[in-house]
């Protein structure tokens, strides 16, 4: 009796290194989202696209979030502070600095195999409010983030650090090649395709089910067609 249990001890240990190797091996398509906070077709990505698709290809998604699209920044001078310019207005800057906040918020305070989500929900939330220039604070509390994080997020809106989360944004941004002319721009595993652009702006789902192998797709990529 020993033995077996040993036996079957062994073989269930083996069989959890299995299918975590097996976890640890699946195919990741990477998404960089390049938008802006009052940008209406943002807006419609994230609420008609991005936040229904990702519960079903969660795990095999990586999402990078670029608040700033057809904004523009510069210094009077070399010790001066940024000064932005966004497609619709000052709002808009400020929306774009508090989501930079927010980001940065997520990714220096929760655990690392938690952000991900908690960044789908902030994103969501914001840009689906009636206002998102000004939900960031909000949606922090209403995603479940602690009232420290949402203290920070507002210290860091007020800070010069806000002005340099978000400049880094927009020299990410001006970066693209090529260069950015449609907001939201969706670019996957690092490359921009016109093709790719075009299927993440009408499914989504269906851009993601066909990038993963046969093998791994979810039972959703059944249906996504």
Known sequence: MKCYL????????????????????KTIINVDLYYESLCPD??????????????DLKNHLSI???????????????????????????????????????????ATSVKPEEQQQRLVDLVGCVMTAN???????????????????????????????????LASHGDK???????????????IDGVYSKENQSASLTNFRKLICTLIPISERPAICEVAY
């Not at 943002?42 to 519960?55: E, H, W």
């Not at 941004?173 to 670019?187: C, D, F, G, R």
């Open 6 to 25: 040993s036996v079957t001890a062994i073989s269930l240990a083996a069989l959890f290194i299995q299918l975590v190797a097996a976890d640890e091996s």
């Open 173 to 187: 941004t001006k970066a693209l090649e090529p260069k950015l002319s449609y907001v939201p721009t969706i670019v």
């Open 131 to 165: 206002n998102p220039a000004s939900a960031v604070t909000l949606c922090a509390q209403q995603i479940g983030l602690t009232e420290e994080s949402k203290n920070r997020i507002v210290a860091c809106e007020r800070h010069p650090l806000g002005n340099e989360l």
């Open 42 to 55: 943002s807006m419609n990505f994230v609420r008609t696209q991005l936040v229904p698709a990702y519960p």
């Open 64 to 106: 990078s979030y670029i608040p700033y699209g057809k904004a523009s920044h510069s210094k009077a001078d070399t010790t001066g502070p940024w000064e932005f310019v966004c497609q619709h207005g000052p709002a808009e800057c400020r929306g774009n600095r508090a989501q930079a906040c927010g980001i940065h918020e997520i």
